[in-house]
């Protein structure tokens, strides 16, 4: 990492609108916060966050908390214990053991998802109080956490002033003052923490240290926030003093106990946990420089979330002299670009980096920046403000929506831009654990960070949440449940559309309309997204010649015809306008609107368009671009659809509000041979391209793409078109080429617009099973398959080779002895697993008909009305007035009708 500027020269780049080269933005990330679910369920779940589109997850911290099982990971007890030690009443976590959470980054990697962890660095837990419910352990002293001494701490010399009181002695910096401190009962505190202090530590006057007192955030400075306790979490005496590019004679100085910092062998028994295996004395700053490599080599995680950055100096986490030991983002970037075996001088450029992105609890954008000067991200917090937590979306219409437009990043982007940090700085969220979602339009304020720049969040609980922790419920509709696709359509609006830079186009109190523009090779821009916001709740807001508000102005080419894509516009298809044949007098109102609301010159090619924004609270945006060949994907074999398998991720759950979420479902194509990806398309269509898990590697021996229009289609194979069609596209494939186990096919179909315009594409994809190769030992009935392991050999619903009569039910196997002919044919054989299936139907091992979706969904409808004790004629199969076993049994034999 380079040493960082020095805070005056970035408060001047600062005011002048620190902007980054486009050719240096990162990649923006969509990332799933997923909070409140073990490490075993996530795993079962990463095909189904690849699909939805996530690019990364942000998981809590791994680390063994103080309150055991359920400690949600920020009350950190030991640091090198993720689930592998028996402490605090406990072996797993509250999210599972050592080898689940690696276990689930590695699946994670392999469908291409980057892993950041929640990281604590400023404290340990509170040794005076228990924070969740039912918790029958003790609050850990302060000199009962693993690998570290009190005065690793910010503690205060003490002395027994009775009645549960201590008298205690203010470091220079609070005034060298003595107070007496009591037990804090309004915090749930019945005693103050304290520890004898040791031989060799003696202060004169005093036997014990005492716990930092809490911070009052109503009268904190900077010393309250860095040099107390947050929350009562025993506070770290982590900072570096550093003065003139070299530490200071202070340095090494436990500031509030005024006493050097305790330097010793901290895990002796746990050589694996140092570098080369080589055990050495550490201060606490070192030791947590070691953790954090420890972290990256023992979870292989892409980054991290940096708690609370705002109580730790940022001479901890930045470089500010060669060879600084104390560089915690440093250390860790190293140690990534060892573990990626990357050979990267810069590790702020976006490029082969890690992402560390701190926590601030702050709007104020100028005392962030020296933290975002250490090589971090911030979580944009000065967004945030201003769309939640009493801010726009969070009221009914009432606010100025046009905080949002500045200041304008343009193409290459600024420190600050539309409403908050700016795209090489800032992770935009609308709502996480610690703060719930803005309460009157949370679905717009979705769709605003989806649509800019930079990277965003989407906070789920995976519907686990409980009240017996702190942490906020989050979006039920993360991954498409409840019948929701509101947060998928805008990951796939945001993967195909939201690329470059983002200009203003109209500006004002109740609408805001905004262009992504991607460079072209000609050297000017290229429009991609048109997206128009409203916080009206009342009416819908019209732009148009004889409507309330001007025509808006586009970069797209007149002529083009772009089309809504969310679905609840009510211009479903808009053209773009020629200015020269628009009126005169209607042009120059545009124009003026343009030029009130743009920092930027008009574009050189620009047309105007008609806009209506339905009015909120649920959906008030509108995204308009141009339209894109549909897509299917057919997996097949022979000429036939591969058959289906469907596995349970997860069961049957309950919402916060307590709605039922039905068990979620992935249903895949099963492969045991050579295979066909089959794209179906339109004529519109002018390739498809296609990778299985993760871009870059190789398919039916065709090398991945590379140097593609803006990387959309590096990694990816280029499909062959079928002959003699209007547009199918193929790629044969062999399931001898890939692993056993579940995978996911994506595709990705460009269409090239006008010369010179950047390309368009649509993008699908699909899981495929690929069946391990084992031959089965039992192929079991038919109820039996069901019960199986989703990974297991000689599932049920693999078809089985019939000859050429597959009409026929001729599935003579060897005979079972402890079987009978229940089809009286003259053979045991699995046939007689389902002896009523009618002959002329296709068969599985088992000899039970191979079901369709739209069987399975009868017989689960029957299943229902079972339970429910319902009855509804259409599913009487044998008419005798009830819904019961004999009908789904009747119509599980009946098979597909035709």
């Known amino acids: 990492m380079r040493p960082r500027a020095s805070l005056a020269l970035g408060l001047a780049l600062f005011s002048s609108g620190l902007s980054t080269p486009a050719s240096a933005q990162p990649e923006p990330q969509i990332i799933l916060q997923y909070f409140e679910t073990d490490w075993a369920e996530i795993t079962r779940r990463i095909p189904e966050i690849a699909k939805a589109g996530y690019t990364a997850l942000w998981l809590p911290p791994p680390t063994k908390g103080a309150e055991g099982v ?3 990971g920020f009350s950190v007890f030991d640091r090198f214990d993720l689930g592998e030690y028996d402490q605090r009443g406990t072996v797993r976590t509250k999210y599972g053991t050592r080898e689940e959470v690696r276990r689930m980054v590695d699946e994670a990697h392999r469908f291409g998802i980057r892993v950041y962890f929640d990281i604590v660095m400023n404290h340990n837990a509170n040794p005076a109080k228990i924070e969740n419910a039912g918790v029958t352990l003790p609050p850990a002293g302060i000199d009962e956490f693993p690998g570290t001494r009190p005065l690793d701490y910010h503690v205060l010399p003490a002395r027994n002033a009775g009645n549960g009181n201590w008298e205690v002695q203010n470091p220079p910096m609070f005034g060298s003052n003595v107070y007496t401190l009591g037990p804090d009962p309004g915090e749930g505190e019945s005693f103050v923490a304290t520890t004898p202090i040791m031989s060799g530590d003696e202060v004169a006057g005093f036997t014990h240290w005492a716990r930092a007192p809490r911070i ?3 009268n904190a400075g900077y010393n309250e926030e860095v040099f107390l306790s947050l929350l009562g979490l025993i506070d770290f005496a982590i900072e570096q003093f550093v003065s003139n590019g070299a530490p200071t004679a202070e340095d090494g100085l436990n500031p509030v106990a005024q006493k050097p910092l305790p330097r010793f062998i901290r895990n002796p028994d746990r050589p694996d946990t140092y570098p080369n295996g080589r055990i050495v004395e550490e201060d606490i700053r070192e030791y947590m420089m070691r953790w954090v490599r420890w972290v990256g080599d023992v979870t292989d995680a892409d980054g991290l979330r940096l708690d609370a950055i705002k109580h730790v100096g940022t001479s901890f986490f930045g470089s500010d002299f060669a060879n600084d030991p104390i560089d915690f983002n440093g250390a860790f970037q190293r140690n990534y670009d060892t573990r990626r075996s990357f050979n990267d001088d810069d590790d702020d450029d976006g490029a082969g980096d890690a992402l560390l992105f701190g926590e601030a609890f702050t709007g104020d954008t100028g005392s962030l920046l020296s933290y975002r000067q250490t090589g971090m991200y911030l979580l944009d917090f000065p967004l945030l403000f201003k769309m939640g937590l009493g801010g726009i979306f969070s009221q009914w219409g009432d606010a100025d929506l046009g905080q949002l437009s500045f200041p304008q990043g343009g193409m290459s982007g600024a420190y600050t831009e539309f409403g908050g940090l700016g795209r090489t700085a800032g992770v935009s969220f609308v709502q996480s654990h610690d703060t719930g979602a803005p309460g009157a339009q949370p679905n717009t304020a979705y769709a605003f960070i989806m649509s800019r720049v930079g990277h965003s969040v989407v906070f789920y609980d995976g519907n686990n949440y409980s009240p017996r922790t702190f942490v906020q419920p989050g979006r039920v509709d993360a991954l498409g449940e ?3 696709n509101v947060v998928l359509d805008l990951i796939d609006l945001r993967r195909r559309f939201a690329r470059g830079g983002m200009f203003n186009r109209w500006v004002g109190n109740d609408a805001y309309v905004y262009e992504r523009v991607v460079p072209t090779p000609s050297g000017g821009g290229g429009a991609v997204m048109l997206t128009a916001i409203t916080d009206r709740t009342s009416s819908d807001v019209r732009f148009g010649e004889f409507d309330e508000f001007s025509l808006v102005v586009t970069e797209f080419a007149p002529g083009t015809v772009l089309r809504e894509l969310t679905g609840h516009g009510a211009l479903g298809e808009v053209t773009v306008l020629d200015p020269s044949a628009v009126p005169t007098g209607v042009r120059d109102f545009a124009l003026a ?49 591969l058959p289906t398998r469907d596995t349970e991720t997860v069961g049957e759950r309950r919402t916060p509000g307590g709605t039922v979420v039905p068990p979620s479902v992935v249903r895949a194509a099963l492969a045991t041979g050579g295979f066909t990806l089959e794209i179906v398309t339109d004529a519109s269509a002018d390739a498809a391209y296609v990778y299985v898990d993760q871009p870059g590697s190789t398919l039916g021996g065709l090398s991945p793409s590379a140097g593609t229009p803006e990387k959309l289609f590096d990694g990816y194979v280029s499909a062959s078109l079928r002959a003699n069609t209007d547009r199918i596209y193929e790629l044969p494939l062999d399931a001898a080429s890939f692993a056993p186990g579940l995978h996911l096919v994506h595709v990705r179909v460009p269409v090239q617009g006008a010369a010179g315009a950047p390309p368009f594409f649509t993008e699908a994809k699909a899981y495929l099973e690929i069946a391990d190769p084992a031959p089965p030992m039992d192929a079991g009935t038919a109820a039996d398959a069901e019960l199986n392991d989703a990974s297991s050999a000689g599932d049920a619903s693999t078809p089985v080779d019939l000859g050429a009569d597959a009409g026929t039910k001729e599935c003579r196997f060897a005979e079972d002895p402890s079987q009978r002919d229940f089809d009286e044919d003259g053979v045991v054989d699995p046939c007689d697993d389902c002896p009523e299936t009618p002959s002329g139907l296709r068969v599985d091992s088992t000899g039970c008909a191979i079901l369709s979706a739209a069987t399975r969904a009868e017989l689960d409808r029957i ?6 004790q319902r009855f509804e004629a259409a599913l009487d199969q044998n008419a005798d007035g009830v819904i019961d076993v004999s009908d789904f049994v009747l119509r599980a034999n009946e098979g597909d009708r035709p």
């Open 216 to 218: 009052d955030f109503n």
């Open 70 to 72: 359920a400690d949600v």
């Open 482 to 484: 409840l019948s929701s």
């Open 593 to 641: 609107e343009y030029d009130r609301s743009s920092d930027f010159p008009l574009p050189a090619q620009y047309g105007l368009v008609y806009l209506q924004v339905p009015a909120g609270p649920d959906h008030g945006y509108v995204v308009y671009a141009p339209a894109t060949p549909p897509v299917a994907i057919s997996i097949t074999a022979n000429g036939q659809a």
């Open 863 to 868: 299943v229902e009305l079972i339970l429910a």
